[in-house]
Each structure stands twice: as C-alpha cells, then as structure tokens.
C-alpha cells in the first residue's frame, strides 16, 4: 500500500485552535436565531404550519450547534514532502492536497471575532478557478509563520518546474 495516500493513518495532522469553536458557534447561533426568530414573527399571525417551520429550524440550529465542536476538531492540516493537504468534515469528508509549486497565492485573514481572540484564517489561491482552500482557526503567530513557510517552499519548487 503506498504511504504517500491521504487515508494512511500515519500523517501527523496539526488541528486548528479550539478557540474556533467559539467562533464558529457564535456564527450558527447568530443565524439560526435571526431565521427561527423571522419565520416564527411571520409564522405567529400567518398559521400553526409556518410557526413549526420556525421551531424546525430553531431545532436545526440547536443541532448544528452540538455538533460544531466535534466539526471544529475534524479540520486538520499535513505538510508532506511534495504538497499541503487539508481535511475537514464529519459525514462528507473532504481531502484537499496543494501541490507547493501550484500555489500562487497564500493569504492571511484575521476578522473581528478571529483577532479578539488571536486567530487567523489561512487561504490558497492555485491556478485553479474554483480554488477555495483555507485552514480557518489558525493561532495567528503561527499562521503568519506557516504562510511564510509555504510561500517559500512554493517558490523552491516552482523555481524547480
């Protein structure tokens, strides 16, 4: 069996800050409330049915909450000899692999939450036009670090082609 394949258990996956949780849970709350609260407010003078589609999707949101912090923990990030790979998911697993001399940009971003509590999110952009890979809840210092690494392994390697 080859070592190089992304099911291997041996990879030593870095996880992202469990400061993540808090942000993410921030988010599905604030949504999920703002939309059970809209559609109960138009369910209460509209009928009975509307009004369960507002305690449907207050359910939604409470579920979606208890499973944030096991999500949270599924992302995870490997550097290898020839590429970066990401996963994240719990029921639909995803597995990225970015090959360091296909990288054209990597990007730091800090949003309010994310800089209250010292977190960054990181972002590749290849030549890809449906690119969208990034490892959100990184500790800044260590982002800032790791971004600093793949640029240059980016550039040995595409110095290389």
Do not use: C
């Not at 208890?66 to 639909?92: H, S």
């Not at 960054?120 to 690119?131: K, M």
Request: charged share 20%; proline share 4%.
């Amino acid at each position: 069996m080859p070592r190089d394949r992304l099911d291997v258990p041996d990879i030593d996956w870095s996880r992202v800050s469990t400061k993540l949780v808090w942000t993410e849970l921030l988010t599905v709350l604030l949504v999920g409330g703002v939309i059970t609260a809209g559609i109960v407010l138009i369910g209460i003078p509209a009928g009975i049915a509307v009004t369960l589609v507002g305690v449907a999707a207050g359910v939604a949101t409470v579920l979606v909450a208890a499973f944030t912090p096991r999500r949270v923990r599924a992302i995870g990030y490997a550097l290898r000899q020839d590429d970066l790979i990401i996963r994240r998911g719990l029921m639909w697993q995803r597995f990225v692999a970015v090959p360091y001399g296909r990288m054209q940009l990597v990007d730091v971003s800090r949003g309010p939450v994310g800089r209250l509590l010292g977190l960054s999110d990181l972002r590749f952009v290849t030549a890809a036009a449906s690119t969208n890979v990034r490892i959100p809840g990184l500790a800044a210092e260590h982002a800032d670090e790791l971004r600093d690494r793949l640029v240059q392994m980016a550039e040995s390697r595409r110095a290389g082609l």
